[in-house]
């Protein structure tokens, strides 16, 4: 009788206050965070900054007179796709000529075939990124809820609308 209660002082004991500890944390950092901001058309507004973010639910509020859509993207700051200008090569089969003149001072043509190869110049180009969450509509000086979203952006969260409004989006930090 006497070991058992040894055998639980000494190691159970000590093994639920842990237990007790590690699950106190974890729902300690699981913890929902709000963010309120106001958004302008046109100009992307940076909400997260870096990864490891749940976005759960965002609340639009318009202030603009027309229904205006949103979207939101996986960056911090830009909605756009930036590719530089590079050079590109191209090859093809071709016949080439080799015209030299003999000892004799004939003129001797030979046709060979050959592979030409040709470098192409490619110019800068912007693109529109792929949205993370949306297009949604927002109602002339209405509101709207959109619930589970449920996305996780790895470099921020930011917002472009066609609108005015304000947006306020519920967020987890996620550990990392």
């Given at each position: ?10 190691f ?70 930036v ?8 090859s ?6 080799v ?28 693109n529109?990124a ?13 509101t709207r809820t ?31």
């Open positions: 009788m006497k070991t058992i209660k040894n055998l639980f002082t000494k159970i004991k000590p093994l639920l206050a842990l237990s007790v500890a590690i699950f106190g944390l974890n729902t300690a950092s699981a913890q929902d965070s709000i963010l309120s901001a106001t958004y302008t058309a046109g100009t992307p507004t940076n909400l997260l900054s870096g990864g490891k973010y749940l976005v759960k639910d965002i609340l639009f509020i318009s202030s603009s007179n027309a229904t205006t859509s949103v979207k939101f993207y996986d960056s911090a700051g830009s909605t756009n796709i590719r530089a200008a590079y050079t590109n090569f191209t093809y089969a071709t016949n080439y000529n015209v030299w003149t003999n000892s004799s001072g004939i003129l001797v043509t030979n046709t060979q075939t050959g592979v030409y190869r040709q470098s192409v110049p490619v110019s800068a180009s912007t529109e792929p949205a993370l969450a949306g297009p949604f509509l927002i109602t002339a000086l209405g959109i619930s589970d979203v449920n996305v996780i952006p790895v470099n921020g969260f930011t917002l472009m609308s066609a609108g005015a409004g304000i947006v306020e989006i519920v967020y987890e930090k996620l550990s990392p």
